[in-house]
C-alpha cells in the first residue's frame, strides 16, 4: 500500500526526529528539538513577543506558546507581560539558555551538515522541495485543494453516472 503525503511526512520526522534528539542526550544536553526555532530566534534577537517568534520561525503561534511553556518549565527562557501591552508576553533567554547557546550552536552546525549530506544524495534538495511546497501551499492552502479535489470528484460521478443512464437507453 502507498503511504499518503501526512503518513510520509510524519515517518520522515520519525526518522529525523529521534537522532537529532539523541545527539542532544549524548552532547549532555537535556534539549528537545522542537526548541530549536524558539532559542535560534532569542539568540538573533535577544528577546521576542510570542508573535514575532512565530512570523521568525514559521511556526504557528498556538506551536510557539506550547513550547515556550516548555522550556520555561526547563528553565530555558523567560516569558513575562510585556510593559507596553499585558496581553502580550515577552520572552528572553534565561541565564541557563544564554550558557547553553555555545553547545547548541556546535550543534546545530553539526545537523545542518548532515541535512547536507542527505540533501547531495537526493535527485533535488529536501530543503529546496519543502520550501517550494511551503510556498505553494501559502499561496494556495491546502484545504482549497481538498474543496476543488472534491468538487472535480462529485463531477466525474456526476459524468459516469450520467453515462450509465445514457448506455442503458
Not at 501526512?6 to 542532544?24: F, I, K
Not at 501591552?85 to 546545530?108: I, K, M, Q
Request: charged share 30%.
Amino acid at each position: 500500500m502507498e503511504q499518503g503525503l501526512g503518513t510520509q511526512l510524519r515517518h520522515l520526522l520519525d526518522l529525523l526526529d529521534p537522532a537529532v534528539q539523541c545527539g542532544y542526550r549524548e552532547a549532555g544536553l537535556d534539549y528537545r528539538p522542537r526548541y530549536t526555532p524558539v532559542m535560534q530566534v532569542l539568540a538573533e534577537r535577544g528577546e521576542a513577543t510570542i508573535g514575532a517568534i512565530a512570523r521568525a520561525a514559521g511556526i504557528s503561534q498556538p506551536a510557539v506558546t506550547q513550547t515556550v511553556a516548555l522550556m520555561v518549565a526547563d528553565d530555558l527562557v523567560r516569558s513575562e507581560p510585556d510593559p507596553t501591552d499585558a496581553r502580550t508576553r515577552v520572552v528572553r533567554l534565561s541565564d541557563r539558555g544564554r550558557d547553553l547557546l555555545g553547545t547548541l550552536r556546535e550543534f546545530w552546525a553539526v545537523t545542518e551538515a548532515a541535512a547536507r549530506s542527505l540533501d547531495d544524495e537526493l535527485p533535488m534538495p529536501l530543503s529546496t522541495l519543502l520550501t517550494e511546497a511551503i510556498r505553494r501551499l501559502e499561496a494556495r492552502p491546502f484545504a482549497d485543494r481538498l474543496a476543488a479535489a472534491r468538487a472535480d470528484r462529485a463531477d466525474r460521478a456526476d459524468r459516469e453516472s450520467g453515462m450509465e443512464t445514457t448506455d442503458a437507453n
